[in-house]
């Protein structure tokens, strides 16, 4: 287990619990304060503060209608200002009020702008995205709810997201005037009056988001502590929730609970969510598994609740404990952590995954490899030499996210090819035609624009073998490990240890590369080559089952797509171009393949219902080993009854790629009758 987990799972429980009469109810209460809330729950729109003692909603909101087709464009995409040619943009923002407003053009040059028919008197502009747009301070009070008019004048560029570049229709809120302002044409935009679509340009309120949650583990009220072995329920009893919040915030804190007979959510054996009481309490649970919902609420957009704690008070009714006499001989049980992102991943069995594997040979490829790793470097190393770097058709068109198109031969005999979004992508396809999980993520300079602020298109694959995500480069035929350990690292561990360095002159860099075979792309070191400052995730891998959405032309010219989940945090903030940010690390960094067992004690001593929990692509069975006998499919809940001696349960997931997850395992021993 991660250190990381490990900590979050020591701090998680605090809790004081007050034991009357065996078979009679036993009250328990649960504390858990803001940071250990923010680590464990799946959360969207919240942050933790600066000293760590409450959860807040996330600030700052992005209004853009530009984003679908933002990106690199084969066809002329800029509009070119001068004396008497004028842009219009309008913006739908339903509350303007905020602290603090920034008008983000894509482009560059001298401009004046009119925000509904008031000049601003502009500061210059900053330079953000890399240079390749212009932040310009404009006053909020010039903008009202509804309808917002944005004039722009003066020389320069402005980009334009293409209409026929987007997978969307697009609204049509882009104007253009050859008459400074006294007319204007919808979709004629450029000097030929020939492109239609909408201008890069975006609004960015400096003031908290409207609404965010959290949503906690499923807990179970006569095991607060997450004992492994835990005594039987007669009846779940009143459960009842209580937030500590600021004096001022406490009506924007709000909670729902659901509750169930199954450790793993389900129609059939779950409520829906439901309000408390109240006096914060729900008097019938519909089992003794539950789980809560905490939701913050801004009244004004400029004052966030807050949320510093929460405790829960249990009243279970206790049936006579005959688990006390059972020991815990041995365990291993997984912690999954959930991600908020719904990332979608490719299907094992696409048939293009199939065609993949055997048009070129992947299994002569691997053959002989005896670890996960091996598959995975043999794979890298594969794509990294299906054609030389800068062979390629990128400057006549991108080729599409598939990877037998990518390497087709053009009509010169030489692949498609491309640079690394397409070694990388020809990588992450082989990968997933093993039964490996993986994900697109763009690394740049961004707010730091160091070392370089050039960016890269690498892929994480998730490793059963060392429980983690694993950057490995198929570009440079390379991955990162830590020095002492030579456990491969993720592209967020190497960010880490590069502002470590960049950021407080940390020379004790602890990182080792391996070179799987020779490349043209050499690394020379974190302080030299690629910056990992901004991590910019595509949410969802199945790019042969669905070909949009998509950004445009990855990598060509920029990271402007507003469809990113998009990494922040203080030491580097992302470019404020951004609508979608995570800021928590178990948003970024999920689990996956693994088991979790939860042990439910019957009435009957020595019997346990055991219920099984897993986050696995492609998901197809469980297996379970059980004292050490044949391994076989087994259910996702199932009676185990223990003999007297030792009993040992073993379980793992399985994909419908054959591949085995990660397992876990516990050895009771019962005394004899």
Request: charged content about 20%.
């Amino acid at each position: 287990m991660p250190i990381w987990q490990k900590m979050i799972r020591q701090s998680f429980v605090a809790a004081v619990f007050a034991a009357l009469a065996v078979g009679s109810a036993q009250a328990a209460t649960l504390h858990l304060n803001a940071r250990t809330i923010y680590d464990r729950a799946v959360s969207n729109n919240v942050v933790l503060s600066h000293d760590g003692s409450a959860i807040e909603l996330q600030s700052g909101e992005v209004f853009q209608n530009d984003g679908p087709a933002s990106g690199f464009s084969y066809k002329p995409n800029s509009e070119v200002l001068s004396p008497g040619i004028a842009i219009r943009k309008q913006l739908l923002i339903p509350d303007p009020q905020a602290n603090q407003a920034f008008l983000m053009v894509g482009g560059s040059g001298n401009l004046g702008i009119e925000v509904n028919g008031l000049p601003q008197e502009l500061k210059a502009p900053r330079k953000i995205f890399y240079g390749q747009w212009q932040e310009y301070d404009i006053d909020p009070a010039a903008l009202k709810p509804g309808v917002n008019d944005f004039v722009l004048r003066g020389t320069g560029t402005v980009n334009i997201a293409r209409l026929d570049d987007s997978y969307v229709e697009l609204p049509h809120r882009s104007a253009r005037s050859a008459d400074d302002g006294k007319s204007w044409s919808v979709d004629k935009f450029g000097s030929a009056g020939d492109i239609a679509g909408e201008y890069y340009v975006r609004v960015y309120l400096k003031r908290f988001l409207e609404r965010g949650s959290l949503v906690l583990p499923v807990m179970d009220v006569a095991n607060l502590e997450e004992h492994l072995v835990t005594p039987p329920l007669t009846a779940p009893g009143k459960l009842r929730v209580f937030s500590s919040t600021s004096s001022d915030s406490n009506s924007g804190v709000t909670f729902r609970v659901r509750s169930g007979t199954t450790y793993v959510q389900s129609h059939e054996t779950w409520s829906e969510w439901t309000a408390l009481g109240s006096d914060g309490g729900l008097k019938e649970p519909r089992g003794r598994y539950v789980q809560v919902e905490v939701t913050l609420t801004a009244a004004d957009p400029l004052v966030t609740p807050n949320l510093r704690g929460i405790t829960l008070t249990t009243e279970p009714e206790l049936a006579k404990d005959w688990t006390k006499a059972v020991k815990v001989v041995d365990y291993h049980n997984e912690e999954i952590v959930r991600t908020s992102i719904p990332f979608r991943y490719e299907s094992f069995t696409q048939p293009e995954l199939e065609k993949l594997r055997e048009q070129y040979h992947l299994d002569d490829v691997v053959a002989g490899a005896k670890t996960e790793l091996e598959i995975l470097t043999r794979l890298a190393a594969w794509s990294a030499r299906q054609w030389k770097w800068e062979e390629w058709h990128l400057d006549e068109f991108y080729p599409p996210w598939n990877a037998l198109e990518i390497l087709k031969k053009g009509p010169d005999g030489k692949p498609v090819g491309g640079f690394c979004q397409q070694y990388d992508l020809v990588f992450l396809q082989a990968a997933e035609s093993f039964g490996f999980a993986g994900r697109d993520i763009s690394i740049s300079g961004g707010t730091l624009g160091r070392p370089i602020p050039l960016g890269h298109e690498p892929v994480e694959i998730w490793s059963n073998q060392f429980r983690k995500w694993i950057w490995i480069d198929a570009t440079g035929a390379y991955y990162a490990v830590d020095a002492e350990t030579g456990v491969p690292l993720s592209l967020f561990e190497v960010r880490e240890r590069q502002l470590q360095l960049l950021m407080h002159g940390d020379q004790a860099q602890h990182i080792r590369i391996v070179h799987i075979e020779d490349s043209i792309h050499l690394w020379r070191g974190l302080d030299v080559d690629l910056s990992f400052a901004e991590l910019r995730l595509i949410p969802r891998s199945n790019f042969l089952k669905q070909k949009w959405p998509l950004p445009l032309n990855n990598g060509r010219a920029g990271w402007s797509w507003t469809g990113f989940d998009v990494w922040t945090d203080a030491k580097v903030p992302a470019e404020p171009i951004y609508p979608y940010l995570i800021t928590r690390h178990g948003n970024f960094e999920w689990t996956l393949d693994q088991a979790h067992i939860t042990l439910e004690p019957t009435l009957t001593p020595g019997e346990f219902i055991v219920h099984l929990d897993t986050e696995t692509p492609g998901f197809e069975t469980f297996l379970a080993e059980i004292d050490h006998g044949a391994t076989s499919p087994i259910a996702a809940i199932f009676p185990w009854k223990l003999h007297a001696g030792r009993n040992r349960l073993k379980v793992w997931p399985r994909n419908d790629a054959g591949r085995y997850g990660i397992a876990s395992w516990i050895d009771l021993e019962m005394p004899g009758t």
